[in-house]
């Protein structure tokens, strides 16, 4: 029987590959139309946005050894000192990652079931019947660790631990003009007590010419404060702080907000997976170890690693 792993984020798609490398199928199952979660990109007509992750770096060796596979494919490349970004957008190293995976998209998994023929899956659709008759050998949470909580609820287990992670928001500002912008460098962290983080998205490796795009985030205590604000009334009192802050007057011919309730992790568990495996069941994500796409990538080995090690004793 395959592995279900909730979330096509970066350490869903981990795990994917590191237990198809040892043989195991598995069936991935993801709520967004697209993959790589919060590695993301935002396209309104000819225009295109990293509104999630700005760049990511690469420390350990195996990560360094797929991004290099990825800039050989074409779907990462450097931007800045150390860093790179997806290329031609953030999510494309998640769509090499997914190639050849049994990915459910649009697919949002509501409950778990654990009974003697293994796990079934439950979704909004109801009862997911996909090869192996919908069942599966085991369950990886690949998603946020609330939302992981609120899933493991249904089928009441918990995963010690879990409970202490702790995130903080961030709104995003995206922005775009139809002419050069003036600031002082492409990326720029702020002491700001509204603005966090200013980037020249359009500088970025293999995004669209024509106009310049900014991203624009918040920092956590203020994206906090406001959260529950509408978009729009978020996007102008940020469009203004950005005026503010840089002196540009310029009027985009875009402007729009988002809000990530969950972005950056701010207490992680300090350890690489949490893995239950009695029950077959485990979860893995950046919360796991940091607030990085590298973390997130780990964290999803880590997992696999553990599953294959229990079935191999
Ligand atoms: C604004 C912002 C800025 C950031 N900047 C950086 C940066 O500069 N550098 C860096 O390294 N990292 C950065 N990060 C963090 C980085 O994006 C994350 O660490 C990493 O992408 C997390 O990957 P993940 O797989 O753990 O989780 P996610 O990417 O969150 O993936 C989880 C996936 O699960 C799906 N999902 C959730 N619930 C369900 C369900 N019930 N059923 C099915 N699918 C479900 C979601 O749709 C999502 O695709 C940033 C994040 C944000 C939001």
Redesign the pocket.
């Known amino acids: 029987m395959p592995i279900a792993i909730?979330?096509?984020?970066?350490?869903?798609?981990?795990a994917a590959r590191q237990l198809r490398e040892a043989g195991v199928a598995s069936v991935i199952?993801?709520?967004?139309r697209g993959?790589?979660?919060?590695?993301?990109t935002r396209r309104v007509d000819h225009l295109q946005f990293d509104?999630?992750?700005?760049?990511?770096?690469a420390k350990g060796a195996r990560f360094r050894a797929l991004v290099a596979d990825w800039q050989t494919q074409g779907a990462a490349a450097p931007w800045g000192e150390a860093s790179f970004v997806g290329a031609p957008a953030m999510t494309s190293p998640a769509r090499a990652l997914g190639e050849g995976h049994h990915i459910l998209t649009e697919?949002?998994?509501?409950a778990l079931q654990r009974g003697p023929d293994g796990w079934r899956i439950e979704?909004a659709a109801g009862p997911v019947g996909v090869e192996g008759n919908g069942h599966f050998d085991g369950v990886f949470l690949?998603?946020?660790a609330p939302?992981a909580q609120a899933?493991l609820a249904t089928c009441a287990l918990n995963l010690p631990g879990i409970e202490t992670v702790q995130y903080g928001p961030?709104i995003?500002l995206m922005l775009a003009f139809d002419a050069p912008i003036n600031l002082t460098a492409d990326r720029m962290k702020l002491e700001d007590p509204v603005i966090r983080w200013i980037a020249r998205d359009s500088s970025k490796p293999g995004r669209p010419q024509g106009h310049t795009t900014l991203v624009v985030?918040a920092g956590p205590e203020w994206s906090r404060a406001h959260l529950e604000e509408t978009p729009v009334s978020l996007a102008d009192v940020l469009l203004t702080q950005f005026q503010n802050v840089t002196g540009n007057r310029a009027v985009p011919i875009y402007k729009s907000a988002h809000r990530?309730r969950?972005?950056?992790?701010e207490q992680a568990v300090g350890t690489s997976c949490l893995f239950d495996a009695a029950a077959g069941i485990g979860a893995?994500?950046?919360?796991c170890l940091g607030?990085?796409?590298?973390?997130?990538f780990d964290?999803?080995e880590a997992l696999a690693n553990a599953f294959l090690a229990s079935r191999s004793t």
């Open positions: 909730i979330g096509a984020g970066l350490a869903g798609l981990s199952f993801e709520k967004s993959l790589g979660g919060r590695m993301s509104h999630g992750a700005q760049y990511f770096t697919c949002q998994v509501s979704t690949a998603i946020p939302q899933l961030c995003a985030h990530w969950y972005a950056l992790v893995c994500g950046d919360w607030p990085r796409v590298e973390a997130a964290s999803g």
